[in-house]
Each structure stands twice: as structure tokens, then as C-alpha cells.
């Protein structure tokens, strides 16, 4: 049940994250619910949910939808769920028999200490050794990532009480009000506006077992952060920001996958980004970007190329940030001629290769 157990708290998560309150213990019934209908049909396990955590009239709607987004479509077939709840829902959610040798508190440890044992065991599977079932199930708990990028200050100005600049023509409305005596000045500060975050993904054929997991992020970061732009390359640079922009995830991977006409084959690091500093540099949306290049550094073509791109691009980006996810074990050593001219043009240079490290890399790209 480790696998059913992974996808009832992921999906507990979802439903908070939409703003539907669910606590532990009911997290816990639902558990014990679905444990007893075993094998569960979808339609066993919506009910189950509905009475086990308790859910409002008002949040129907939201639960309905996350259900949908994240049990249907194992179920392709499946576009709705039946409103006539089993007759065994209301037994199965009930409280479990007393005959199990132990009291409900220590049940409830228990379930509590192996859900949380298969997320730590998820965190840490690594992107190339993971199935379909656990790249769906990181999916979602990417969901849960907000990548938090700097702030930069911006030309125009808003009102602000605590501002060090003088707002003349509001100070002279207000001295209407008091027979033209400046009484009550306004202020007013620059305003601040978050800093575009550009993701640029290797997707050859030495990155093929991290490709759909790191597009997998960008689609959540394209979701929670306001201003991203993505950018793909084997053997030239192709922008997939458009197709990243779909609703569904599965979708959206499909999409970009199929753009990118070089994927799974050659490496050509420094002749793309080229094509990124010459299209986008200077005054385009490199310019003060948080820029997180996913490679392995294996570069195939001239590394004189790479050192210099991966030159220009640092002038250009406020941070250049390297993912590599062979950094994820410890007797790396960045050796690879790609890797070894562009290292001192990075600012940080971190791992890539399971959901951890890319929940830390949300740490380094917004500076910590």
C-alpha cells in the first residue's frame, strides 16, 4: 500500500495547496478508508474522501477538480465521477476495528511515519532510475515549489507614506483641503517587480533520464513564478515557453517535447548560447535575469565556444546559476571540458538530479 499511501498524501496536499483545509487525522481515516476498499475504483475512492476529511458544500468544487487533475487521468477512459456514493464508503470511513492490537493513536503514528518515510524515499529517488508512477508523484509535489527570484527596483514610482521622495502634485491637492497650507505631505518610492527567471534545459541524449523531470519544473515554475521564460538545446537553442504555457502538465511536456526536433541527440552547448546571448542579451530578457542553465557539461562541440558564451551570459544575467545532475554524487569531480571552462563564469553551481535537490535549488535561485 506504500505506492496508495504516497498518492492519498500527495493528493492531501493538493487539496490544501487549493485552499481545501484537510487535517492529519482525516488524511489518516481516508487511509484507513481506502485500505479497507481495497482494490478501490475511483469512484470508492472520491467518496471516501468526501466523508473522511470532512469536505464542505463550498469546497466541493475545488476538491472535485484536484481529484480530477490528479486520480483521472490514470484513468483515461474516466471523465466523471459518479455522484451515488458506495454503500460501504460511510463502514470503510468509520473508525478501524479495536481487534488490531493496538490503540488508534499508535495506527495513526504508524501511517503517519510511512507516508512520510515514501515522500523522503521520493525526494531522493533520482530522476534516471525513477518510474512513470514516481515521476507523476514528483510532479505534483513540484507543484509545491515556488521558485521566490529577487526583486529589482524599477523606473516608476507608487505612493508610499514611508517613501524618501516628495509626490508634489498629491502634496498640492491635499494643501486644497487646508486653505493652500502644506500640511500633510505625500511621498512616494520606486516600485519593485520581480526578476525574470530564465531556464535553459540540455535535453540530449546524455541528459535523456532528467529531460522530462526537469521539464516537469519548468512547467511548475512557469505555474507559480510570475515571469519565466524557458529555453531548450541538444545541438541548437529552441524557446519553449509557449508550449510550457498549457494548463494541463501532460500537455505541456508533450508539447515541448515535441518542439525540440534535436532531442535525445547531440550536445553543442556553446553554439546555444550563443543563439541566447545574441537573440536575448544586451537589452533583451537576459538583461538583470536569474539565469539556471540544466547541463550536464558535456559538451561535443569547442569549449573556447562555451567559455566565452558562458562569459557573456554571466555580464548579462544578474545570477547564472549551473545545474548539473551528476553534481548528485559525491565523488564528481567537474572535470568535462564543458564543464570545467564554464565553471568560473557560475555563480553557484549545484545538483540536479532528484526533487530535493531542485527543492534546494528554490533556495539558491532566490539568493540564499
Not at 493513536?105 to 525513477?130: I, N
Not at 507559480?224 to 524557458?230: A, F, G, L, N, Q
Not at 555580464?315 to 549551473?322: I, P, T
Request: charged content about 30%.
Amino acid at each position: 500500500m506504500a505506492d496508495g499511501r504516497t498518492d492519498l498524501a500527495v493528493f492531501a496536499r493538493l487539496l490544501r495547496a487549493a485552499g481545501v483545509p484537510c487535517g492529519t487525522g482525516q488524511v489518516l481515516t481516508l487511509v484507513e478508508a481506502v485500505d479497507r476498499l481495497a482494490p478501490a475504483a475511483a469512484a470508492d475512492v472520491y467518496w471516501a474522501g468526501r466523508a473522511a476529511l470532512g469536505i464542505r458544500p463550498a469546497d466541493v468544487a475545488a476538491y472535485d477538480r484536484v481529484f480530477r487533475a490528479w486520480f483521472l487521468d490514470e484513468h483515461p477512459g474516466s471523465t466523471t465521477v459518479s455522484l451515488d456514493a458506495p454503500t460501504d464508503v460511510a463502514e470503510a470511513s468509520g473508525p478501524p476495528d479495536a481487534g488490531g492490537g493496538g490503540t488508534d493513536e499508535e495506527a495513526g503514528e504508524e501511517l503517519v511515519g510511512a507516508v512520510a518515510s515514501d515522500l523522503d524515499v521520493l525526494r531522493s529517488r533520482r530522476f534516471d532510475r525513477a518510474t512513470d508512477e514516481e515521476l507523476r508523484a514528483m510532479r505534483a509535489l513540484m507543484a509545491d515549489l515556488v521558485l521566490r527570484v529577487p526583486r529589482r527596483r524599477a523606473r516608476r514610482t507608487e505612493p508610499d507614506r514611508h517613501g524618501r521622495r516628495p509626490d508634489l502634485r498629491r502634496s498640492m491637492r491635499r494643501a486644497v483641503q487646508t486653505d493652500g497650507e502644506l500640511v500633510h505631505r505625500a511621498w512616494r518610492r520606486r516600485r519593485s517587480r520581480p526578476r525574470r527567471l530564465v531556464l535553459v534545459l540540455d535535453v540530449s541524449g546524455s541528459m535523456a533520464g532528467y529531460a522530462r523531470a526537469l521539464l516537469q519544473f519548468a512547467f511548475s515554475a512557469r505555474v507559480t513564478t510570475p515571469d519565466v521564460e524557458v529555453f531548450a538545446f541538444g545541438t541548437r537553442l529552441t524557446r519553449l515557453t509557449p508550449e510550457l504555457s498549457a494548463r494541463d502538465v501532460d500537455t505541456a511536456v508533450a508539447s515541448a517535447a515535441a518542439r525540440v526536433v534535436d532531442w535525445d541527440g547531440g550536445t553543442r552547448i556553446g553554439n546555444s548560447l550563443a543563439t541566447l546571448n545574441r537573440r536575448y542579451g544586451r537589452q533583451g530578457l537576459l538583461r538583470g535575469a536569474v539565469v539556471v542553465v540544466c547541463s550536464d557539461g558535456l559538451e561535443r562541440g569547442d569549449p573556447a565556444v562555451l567559455a566565452g558564451e558562458a562569459a557573456r551570459l554571466s555580464r548579462y544575467a544578474h545570477r547564472l546559476v549551473w545545474v548539473n545532475p551528476l553534481k548528485g554524487d559525491e565523488r564528481y569531480e567537474p572535470l568535462a571540458r564543458g564543464m570545467a571552462v564554464a565553471l568560473p563564469h557560475v555563480d553557484r553551481f549545484v545538483a540536479g538530479h532528484d526533487l530535493a535537490s531542485l527543492e534546494a535549488l528554490a533556495d539558491v535561485v532566490g539568493g540564499r
